[in-house]
């Protein structure tokens, strides 16, 4: 079973910055965030394949958001820049994917985090 403990949420005004982290208890290749604002349908924010660092992103965030990690430390993280009210849902840490290259778009990972709240204010 794999753990993950998400960190980083809050409330942050129009324009502001957020970083959220998840610590991953094990290894694993394909991972990324969702999100999933009330009356709205999850999303695929930002994927990241480990073992090349390829990247991909939700046309929404693109040149805001950046998916990283820290290999040593089994973290991942997502740094959120000129947040947007509409940017306001439950972020979900999310690991282990067959086909990472599908993954933003089917969101079928394996395991999901009991997510982080993100707010933001206009």
């Known amino acids: 079973q794999v753990q993950l403990v998400e960190s980083g949420g809050g409330s942050v005004q129009a324009g502001g910055s957020l970083t959220l982290s998840c610590a991953i208890s094990?290894?694993?290749?394909?991972v990324g965030w969702f999100r999933q604002a009330p009356g709205k349908e999850r999303e695929g924010v930002a994927v990241?394949?480990?073992?090349?660092?390829?990247?991909y992103y939700a046309d929404s965030v693109k040149g805001r958001f950046t998916i990283s990690q820290h290999n040593a430390k089994n973290t991942l993280y997502l740094q959120m820049k000129l947040l947007k009210p509409e940017d306001t849902a439950m972020y979900y840490c999310?690991?282990?994917?067959?086909?990472?290259?599908?993954?933003?778009?089917?969101?079928?990972?394996?395991?999901w985090g009991q997510g982080t709240q993100v707010t933001v204010s206009s």
């Open positions: 094990q290894n694993i290749y394909c």
């Open positions: 990241i394949y480990r073992g090349d660092n390829s990247t």
């Open positions: 999310v690991v282990d994917h067959p086909r990472c290259t599908v993954a933003l778009r089917d969101g079928h990972f394996a395991y």
